[in-house]
């Protein structure tokens, strides 16, 4: 039997669950060395997520907690109407019981919650054409424009005088309402030569909220966008799959 301490339970949630729990139902947190961390893939697979938070454990080398419903785990812990719970690592389930609440959430066998097969350090290690940030005020306005540009799925990035654009719109349909917002004033590295698409419905999966600011690195060649930023004491990297034109 081990222990994992969640200090701020609030912060933890927010901050770090449903983030994950964005993406995918399931996953795999994995516990090593006082960190949690979580490599989770969107359904279609077009958004992987790293989430990694500090925890307070005395758990010994490496630790994979298969959780088979993150959502659920979420409204346990909600339930609670404490901000620190001392939770309990069994054999096949997390337990808690402090004398006025008391649950146990079981968890899967090893190889049944399967993680994404790709190594989000190399994809963090290549050559980027461009590099830029966005403010998370930029992105709500942005997303505030879906309710006029409904018709598309798509969300295109380009350059334009020095500025980098978000525009909601489809280029491959005639006729189709857009909209687009500068999001960020300045960029570094090459210009954005052809407007790089993502599935806009994917894109809204990410939480940005209480981000302040995200740093986003594009690779034009191999059409992968990585956006890393902090949410509290977690930190989350997502690497993007752009659309084929």
Same mark, same amino acid.
């Given at each position: 039997?081990?222990?994992?301490?969640? %200090?701020?339970?609030?912060? /933890?949630?927010?901050?770090?669950?449903?983030?994950?729990?964005?993406?995918?139902?399931?996953?795999?947190?994995?516990?090593?060395?006082?960190?949690?961390?979580?490599?989770?893939?969107?359904?279609?697979?077009?958004?992987?997520?790293?989430?990694?938070?500090?925890?307070?454990?005395?758990?010994?080398?490496?630790?994979?907690?298969?959780?088979?419903?993150?959502?659920?785990?979420?409204?346990?812990?909600? +339930?609670?109407?404490?901000?620190?719970? $001392?939770?309990?690592?069994?054999?096949?389930?997390?337990?808690?019981?402090? #004398?006025? /609440?008391?649950?146990?959430?079981?968890?899967?066998?090893?190889? +049944?919650?399967?993680?994404?097969? +790709?190594?989000? =350090?190399? !994809?963090?290690?290549?050559?980027?054409?461009? *590099?830029?940030?966005?403010? =998370?005020?930029?992105? &709500?306005?942005?997303?505030?424009?879906?309710?006029?540009?409904?018709?598309?799925?798509?969300?295109?990035?380009?350059? =334009?005088?020095? %500025?980098?654009? #978000?525009?909601?719109? $489809?280029?491959?349909?005639?006729?189709?309402?857009?909209? !687009?917002?500068? +999001?960020? &004033?300045?960029?570094? #590295?090459?210009?954005?030569?052809?407007?790089?698409?993502?599935?806009? *419905?994917?894109?809204?999966?990410?939480?940005?909220?209480? &981000? #302040?600011?995200?740093? @986003?690195?594009?690779?034009?060649?191999?059409? !992968?966008?990585?956006? &890393? @930023?902090? %949410?509290? *004491?977690?930190?989350?990297? /997502?690497?993007?799959?752009?659309?084929?034109?």
């Amino acid at each position: 039997m081990a222990y994992l301490k969640v %200090k701020n339970k609030k912060d /933890y949630i927010s901050n770090f669950l449903s983030p994950v729990s964005n993406l995918n139902d399931s996953c795999i947190l994995k516990i090593r060395d006082n960190k949690m961390v979580c490599v989770i893939a969107s359904n279609d697979a077009t958004i992987i997520c790293k989430a990694e938070t500090d925890i307070e454990t005395d758990i010994n080398g490496e630790v994979n907690l298969n959780i088979p419903d993150i959502k659920k785990l979420i409204r346990v812990l909600e +339930i609670l109407s404490v901000q620190e719970v $001392d939770l309990k690592l069994n054999n096949n389930n997390l337990s808690f019981n402090n #004398g006025e /609440y008391k649950f146990k959430y079981h968890l899967l066998d090893d190889g +049944i919650v399967k993680e994404p097969a +790709i190594n989000i =350090e190399k !994809v963090n290690q290549l050559q980027f054409d461009t *590099e830029f940030k966005v403010k =998370e005020s930029n992105f &709500s306005t942005l997303f505030k424009g879906s309710s006029f540009a409904s018709e598309t799925s798509k969300l295109y990035f380009y350059e =334009e005088e020095g %500025k980098i654009f #978000g525009e909601l719109g $489809d280029k491959t349909r005639h006729n189709t309402d857009n909209f !687009v917002c500068n +999001i960020s &004033s300045e960029y570094i #590295g090459k210009q954005i030569e052809k407007p790089l698409p993502v599935n806009f *419905e994917s894109f809204r999966l990410l939480s940005f909220n209480g &981000s #302040g600011e995200i740093e @986003f690195k594009i690779n034009t060649q191999m059409g !992968v966008m990585t956006c &890393s @930023f902090s %949410k509290g *004491e977690v930190n989350l990297i /997502y690497v993007i799959s752009a659309l084929i034109n």
